[in-house]
């Protein structure tokens, strides 16, 4: 577990479920994701099944994204492509609910899971993606300290729904976590933090 402020990550497990289908409720979460939401409390169960069997095979770390005022899971994010012989990874996957976005959860979670790679896993760089359309979230990975490295073409497609996006290509090396923790920690401190969410 990553213990932060207001958010823990919680390893993903099937008990979140009852809790992450309540926060996935809202149609706008799935906008520039490569799912529609969970049409019922199965949909969500099969997709947690499928983060960890992912996780399984060591190609992803699925967590929870978990109020500690309330103990409940409000929504998820990842690390993904782990390539431990690079000392590679990306930051992905993340969704909140609607009460959570526009608060500090995000920024928390981007700074618990970047503060593990750098100081924990020694990674010497951590890659985003998101929609290329999505300028929110374009512009709050900026804000962060990513430097962004080109859009990629099609990068994330899937057959089975029509989903296909242009993905912009965003990352954080090593060298820059000092800088961007710091920024991070700043962010942090404010009593309310405006909260934009990553795709």
Excluded at 80 to 92: K, P, Q, T, W, Y
Excluded at 98 to 116: F, V
Excluded at 167 to 195: D, F, H, M
């Amino acid at each position: 577990m990553l213990a932060g402020r207001t958010i823990d990550l919680e390893p993903l497990e099937q008990r979140h479920a009852a809790d992450l289908f309540r926060a996935a409720a809202r149609p706008e979460i799935w906008r520039h994701m490569p799912i529609r939401g969970f049409t019922g409390p199965s949909g969500i169960r099969r997709w947690i099944d499928a983060a960890l069997a992912a996780a399984a095979e060591g190609r992803e770390e699925p967590f929870a994204i978990v109020d500690r005022a309330t103990g409940r899971a409000v929504g998820s994010t990842r690390y993904l492509d782990i390539r431990r012989e690079e000392r590679a990874l990306e930051v992905g996957w993340t969704w909140l609910s609607p009460s959570h976005q526009r608060t500090a959860a995000n920024t928390e979670a981007k700074y618990l899971m970047l503060r593990e790679a750098f100081e924990q896993r020694s990674i010497l760089r951590v890659s985003f993606y998101t929609d290329a359309q999505n300028g929110r979230s374009r512009a709050a990975l900026v804000r962060i300290g990513a430097v962004y490295e080109g859009t990629l073409r099609l990068h994330r497609a899937r057959a089975i729904n029509g989903y296909a996006r242009d993905s912009a290509a965003y990352s954080i090396i090593a060298p820059e976590w000092p800088s961007v923790k710091n920024r991070l920690e700043s962010k942090l401190r404010r009593p309310r933090l405006a909260q934009i969410s990553f795709g």
